[in-house]
Structures are given as C-alpha cells and as structure tokens.
C-alpha cells in the first residue's frame, strides 16, 4: 500500500473519530446551553472555533484528495499535515467534551429541581388558564338572569364564594361555614343546593373522594368554567382554585382530602397552618417539599401527611430530618399506620439528634380532648 494511500486511510480513521465526538460534544453542547445562555461563553467560542477549523481542514483533505485522484499537482497543504492539525483539534475536542460533562454533573441536581417546581407550576397554570380563558365572566341579564331569579340565589352564590375564595374545598367543611347563623335553614336544603348548583346550573363539580374515611365518601368540590366565570363576575376577581392547586401539589384526590384534615387538626391545637408552603432547597441540590407549615407563637414546625407505605420512606425522612433540623412531625389517617411509621423512623440512624412526633386522624380529637395536644407520640431520634 502507497504513502499516500495509507495516508488516505488514516485521514478517514481520525476523522470519523472527530467526527464521533464532534458529535458527543454538540450533544452536550445543546443541553447545556438550554441551561443557561449566558454560561461559559468563552467554552463556546473554542467550540465554534474548533467547528470552523475542523470543517476547514475536512475541505482541504477533499480537494487534496480530488487533485491526487485527477493527476493534477497538489496545490493544498500535504495530507499528513492535515492529519496533524485534526490530530490536535480532536485532543482540544476531547478535553471540550470532559469539561462540559463535569458541567452536566454539576448542574444536572439543580436543573433537576428546577425542572420539578416548573412541572408543577405549569400544571397548576394550564388548569387555571383552561378553566378561566375561554370567555368573559357572563352577562348577569343572560345566562345568569334565571339563577338570579331564583328564591335560592343569595344562599347559592355565597356558597359559590366561599368555594371560590378558599383553598379550602371539602364539601362538608364548606358547607359548615355556610351555615354558621342558620343551621336549622341550611341543614334542610343542603342536598337541594348542590344539585341545583351541580346539575341544574352547572356552576361546581363533586368528586368523590375513596379509601378515606368508614361510611359515606366524602366530596371535593370545583368550580366549572362556568363557576369560575360566575365567581369573577360576583367577587370581581378570579378564584383561588383550591382543589386545582392542591391536586398539582399532591396528585390524588386522597392526598389532598387527608392534607385538609390534618390542617383542620393542626387549626384546633393553635396553628396558623399553609397548604402550599414553599420549597425548602438541601445539600446536594436535593430538596424538601413539605405537605404543610404550621406556626403557633414562636413555634414554626413543618408536618407530613402520610396514608401508605413506601420503598422510599427511608430517603423522605432523611430529606425531613436535614429540612427540618431534626424535628419530624406526621400526621397519617390511622392508628395502624402510625404506630408503622414510627417503628421504621426509629430504627433508622439519622447522624443526628432529633425527634419525630406523631399523631392519627382516627384518635386525634379524642386524644385531645383528654391530654389538649395532638400529638399521640413523641420519641427522640439520634
């Protein structure tokens, strides 16, 4: 075999390796980039610098090559000097492709939390855009002129109100607040009400809520697109939409039905308590995202709200042991799956003094009643 075969041979062996991480490279490149545009600008231009020198050195190799092959003289640089140069960007390439891996690394735990709070909010945006955009509130001398009319109205759009002003959307909790000053009245017509509301006007959805509670299933309550318009037009703002931004925070109706009742007990012990506190970011770019915050005086404690087992308990009370220093407070919806959790947390070895204190949905307000805390068990953790 010729020199210059050889040479031919060993041109295209280099450069499909450039070419291969070449490849790597702007891979990484796009998603880094995505990340942040204004990072590491000067890595960047040694890449497009490297592009436009590779693309340089791959024309000449062509034309010297087309020359050799029509017998003409070589007006280009020799192939081996050629050779040479990719041989020298494709070491500036590799070294390019490690920097930008040990960036990925770096970023990806970030990004990764990032990429939670945007699914989130996002989720809870497109519910509210999709409930609230299709139209202006409506024409109090049209649609709503029959509902207007109607012996029920003052009582119905209170109701419409409250459910639209609160995060609050338990059926039974809202209607509780309803009738404070007219029991009796309320009491009566409850079920007339919410059908009405439900199927004659079309202004809230019910969603029943499984696995919860012994008995009847309790209820979660909307509003329509037609209750979120009727809402704006009577309170003159847009609705909280508790049910959609708890569902986006906790996903099953379950979760959301068993975060307001631990609230509500956490409410009868003197907490102030929020439903969508916020993130609190940990070592490592992990984070801790608290089901509740409660706060009584100076008392500030963050509390979980737990109803099944899971594989990855043993990492969760890690992230709640570093978010919390060390104070674990839980709320699950029976007896059973208290005393479970507290087996497990305890033979855990934290590396840290701490304490969990737990309670049950099931034995809480007796409990309370006879000892005026809520907290059925308290245990120090090391």
């Known amino acids: 075999m010729s020199t210059n075969e050889t040479n031919w041979e060993e041109s295209f062996s280099i450069l499909r390796s450039v070419i291969q991480f070449w490849q790597s490279a702007w891979d990484i490149k796009r998603w880094y980039d995505r990340q942040s545009e204004a990072a590491w600008p000067d890595m960047r231009e040694e890449r497009r610098k490297h592009a436009e020198t590779v693309l340089n050195l791959i024309e000449s190799i062509h034309t010297s090559a087309a020359n050799q092959a029509a017998g003409q003289a070589q007006t280009e640089q020799p192939i081996a000097d050629l050779l040479n140069q990719i041989k020298v960007i494709l070491a500036a390439l590799q070294r390019s492709l490690?920097?930008?891996?040990?960036?990925?690394?770096?970023?990806?735990?970030?990004?990764?939390?990032r990429a939670g709070d945007a699914s989130l909010t996002a989720r809870a945006e497109a519910t509210l855009s999709s409930l609230t955009s299709s139209s202006e509130p409506p024409d109090p001398d049209d649609a709503l002129a029959a509902w207007r009319g109607s012996r029920?109205?003052?009582?119905?759009?209170?109701?419409?109100?409250?459910?639209?002003?609160?995060?609050?959307?338990?059926?039974?909790?809202?209607?509780?607040q309803l009738a404070r000053g007219q029991t009796a009245h309320i009491s009566g017509t409850v079920k007339k009400m919410l059908r009405h509301l439900t199927e004659t006007w079309g202004l809230i959805e019910q969603v029943k809520v499984p696995g919860v509670q012994r008995g009847q299933l309790p209820c979660l309550v909307r509003l329509t697109t037609k209750g979120c318009q009727t809402f704006q037009f009577l309170a003159e703002r847009e609705p909280l939409l508790g049910f959609e931004m708890l569902l986006a925070r906790h996903a099953i109706v379950q979760q959301v039905y068993l975060v307001l009742e631990a609230s509500e007990v956490l409410a009868l012990a003197g907490y102030e308590v929020d439903l969508l506190p916020a993130t609190i970011p940990l070592a490592e770019g992990r984070r801790f995202d608290p089901d509740l915050l409660a706060t009584r005086e100076h008392d500030r404690i963050y509390v979980e709200v737990e109803d099944h087992n899971s594989a990855e308990w043993d990492k969760k009370w890690r992230r709640v042991m570093s978010g919390t220093n060390g104070q674990i407070h839980i709320v699950t919806r029976t007896a059973k799956t208290m005393f479970r959790l507290q087996a497990e947390i305890e033979a855990q070895r934290f590396g840290q003094v701490g304490v969990v204190r737990l309670t049950n949905l099931e034995d809480v307000h007796t409990f309370f009643a006879e000892h005026q805390t809520i907290w059925i068990s308290e245990r120090p953790l090391t």
């Open 152 to 176: 029920t109205f003052h009582r119905d759009s209170r109701f419409i109100q409250l459910l639209g002003g609160s995060v609050e959307c338990r059926r039974e909790a809202l209607l509780k």
């Open 98 to 113: 490690a920097d930008l891996e040990q960036a990925h690394d770096e970023i990806q735990p970030q990004q990764d939390q």
